[in-house]
């Protein structure tokens, strides 16, 4: 390739670009949002009408309104034309006393753990749309009254960029669960790295480029000293036993790190696999399957027997009008039975756009990114959450009523019903 530029010229221009990254990072301190990395979004969480907290609480909206006259509960904003809004935590508020208001329906307003309840970790095995599956389960949880932990597994970041981190791919020095599962005297207690989000009762492990460091550790280890996987995987699971007794569910959303992979299938208690309803998706889904056998094999030759409350399929990306899609949606529930969820999430504008906006939908209006799409995508997201929160349900020892619930629904996040 000729070199058409002078030697003199080459340096000014990475001056130029030298200088360009200084002053926009200078810009980004200036606001004030670059004091740690992984560095937080400055933005925040929008309010909800009373006809959508009516409906994520399952009550009616008049019963609210009557609350708020009387004066119990929180006190909500009130708007334009007398319109009550509640934050997320006022939300949880509301469940704190309509679960003492009202005891027989505690559950239902207050689902936490009960004494004796295990934690749920929930892995979220890397392919198609997976870190958004994580992003909507993990947000759909925490406006359900469960505390929740997201847990991004990805070098990349992905996940956490949708919450609203950045770490630019920087190797931060233990800002990861790397910190809780390294080798090394530089390991620390997994609550060090642990990061609020928008969500009262969500919180996040950011991923980080140190997350590929463990990779090599333990792929020098696993050829040189022959621990292999169980050996990694190990380290998971005794860094999330630190804040067992804080959480209700644990989302541990996947990379393609296979010492990490290995750590989040024996750390869980419920796997998830997406798949897209298209052939070429599902013979990739195929391969992660027999990645996840090989795995949690060497794990129980090491002596450690790996069970799994549930393992289920989610058809994600799915247009209901692709007569080749629903073709492929019949083969899969042909070949998986029960194990795959009924709902399936479409593909939608709404999620794309909002995805753009590094938000979910839970987080905008439906103004935002049009009404009839964004209420037909929280109809599908909300459907996929709920069989997933009976299944929980169920190992707890719970009748389930979510799916009932969100079939009964119009759209957890329509803004609709007079204040």
């Known amino acids: 390739m000729p070199h058409s530029e002078k030697p003199d010229d080459q340096e000014r221009i990475m001056e130029r670009v030298q200088r360009h990254g200084d002053s926009i990072w200078a810009c980004i301190k200036a606001q004030g949002v670059a004091t740690r990395a992984p560095f937080p979004d400055p933005r925040t969480l929008r309010s909800f009408s009373l006809g959508e907290v009516a409906e994520i609480l399952g009550v009616s909206g008049s019963y609210l309104r009557q609350l708020s006259i009387d004066g119990q509960g929180p006190t909500p904003e009130l708007g334009t034309a007398g319109r009550r809004s509640y934050t997320l935590g006022q939300i949880n508020q509301l469940r704190n006393y309509l679960a003492s208001a009202r005891p027989k329906e505690a559950l239902k307003f207050c689902p936490r753990r009960r004494k004796g309840d295990k934690l749920q970790i929930i892995s979220v095995i890397a392919g198609p749309a997976s870190t958004t599956t994580s992003f909507y389960l993990a947000q759909g949880l925490a406006l359900q009254g469960f505390r929740v932990l997201a847990i991004d597994l990805d070098s990349h970041g992905w996940l956490s960029m949708m919450f609203g981190y ?110 897209r309803p298209e052939m070429p998706e599902i013979a990739s889904m195929t391969s992660s399957l027999y990645s996840f056998t090989h795995f949690v094999s060497l794990i129980e030759k090491s002596g450690r027997p790996v069970n799994h409350d549930f393992f289920k399929y989610l058809v994600t990306r799915h247009d209901p009008r692709d007569v080749s899609q629903q073709k492929s949606i019949a083969m899969l529930r042909e070949s998986l039975g029960d194990d795959l969820l009924t709902a399936t999430v479409w593909e939608s504008d709404a999620i794309r756009q909002a995805g753009d906006k590094r938000q979910s939908l839970y987080e905008l209006s439906s103004g935002a990114v049009g009404r009839s799409s964004y209420e037909q995508a929280m109809k599908s997201l909300n459907s996929a959450n709920a069989e997933i929160m009976d299944i929980m349900s169920d190992v707890w020892g719970r009748a389930p009523f979510y799916v009932s619930l969100a079939s009964r629904s119009t759209t957890a996040g329509k803004a609709s019903s007079r204040g």
Do not use: W
């Open 166 to 275: 950045y770490s630019f791919g920087f190797p931060v020095h233990n800002a990861s669960i790397y910190a809780a599962i390294r080798y090394d005297d530089h390991q620390e207690s997994i609550r060090s790295v642990i990061q609020p989000t928008l969500f009262d009762g969500l919180d996040l492990v950011p991923g980080s480029a140190e997350l590929s460091l463990f990779e090599k550790e333990s792929s020098r280890r696993f050829r040189s000293e022959s621990l292999r996987y169980p050996d990694a995987s190990i380290r998971m699971v005794s860094a999330l036993k630190d804040v067992d007794a804080d959480y209700d569910v644990i989302v541990l959303s996947c990379g393609d790190g296979g010492f990490l992979s290995a750590g989040a299938y024996e750390a869980a208690t419920g796997v998830l696999v997406t798949v």
